[in-house]
Every structure is written in C-alpha cells, then in structure tokens.
C-alpha cells in the first residue's frame, strides 16, 4: 500500500521560511513525478511544485517561483518543499503527490499558516 506523509508545517510569521517534507512508503522511483499541491479555504487545489523523478524536471506555480523549492532525497525516499518569504496568502493545507501511470496518490495534508 503507498503511503505518502507530509510533515514540517505549522505556523510562522510573513517573511519566515518553512520545510515540508514528504515521505514516502517506498522508492519515490516507482512514482514518475511528484509534486506538492495545495488548498486554501474555499478554494481549489492548486499545483505548487512538482519535480520528475528521473530525470528531476521541476516546475513551479507563478506564485511561489524564486520564494519555494522542491528537492528530493532518493536515498530517503523524501520530497521537500522549502517555503522562503513567505505571505499570509500562502496559508493553506499543503499536500504531497505522487503520479504513476495511471493513478495519483494524495497525502494527508499538513496545514501551513502564515500570520502576525
């Protein structure tokens, strides 16, 4: 059974930095790409960052190019979304994925709050 378990979000004030991290049951290879979404009340899920896994193509949302990267650790089988200067529009639950040919897989979520 795939599991993907986000951790590392919390609050913090504007301006502060944050690392999500995302990881995984098994070898992220068995997934061709993985990415970090997220929610905001009452809106839809969006694409924040993904990254592919062989050949580590990485594409960003427009609204976190040169603030957020994502990485990933293949020998611990881990994603990463470092979050840099961050704005209270920011503030979501944040969610890791991963694709494989025909099926998505979601984690729980881990809520990020950005606010004085």
């Known amino acids: 059974q795939v599991q993907l378990v986000e951790s590392g979000g919390g609050l913090v004030q504007p301006g502060g930095s944050l690392r999500l991290s995302c990881a995984a049951s098994?070898?992220?290879?068995?997934?061709?790409?993985m990415a970090w979404y997220r929610q905001a009340p009452g809106k839809q899920r969006e694409m924040v960052a993904s990254?592919?896994?062989?050949?580590?193509?990485?594409d960003y949302a427009d609204s976190v190019k040169g603030r957020f990267i994502i990485s990933k650790d293949n020998a611990k089988n881990t994603v990463y979304l470092q979050m840099n200067s961050l704005k209270p529009e920011d503030t979501a639950v944040y969610y890791c994925?991963?694709?494989?040919?025909?099926?998505?897989?979601w984690g729980q979520g881990t809520q990020v709050t950005v606010s004085s």
């Open positions: 990254i592919t896994t062989g050949g580590g193509r990485i």
């Open positions: 098994g070898s992220i290879f068995s997934f061709n790409a």
């Open positions: 994925s991963g694709d494989r040919q025909f099926d998505r897989y």
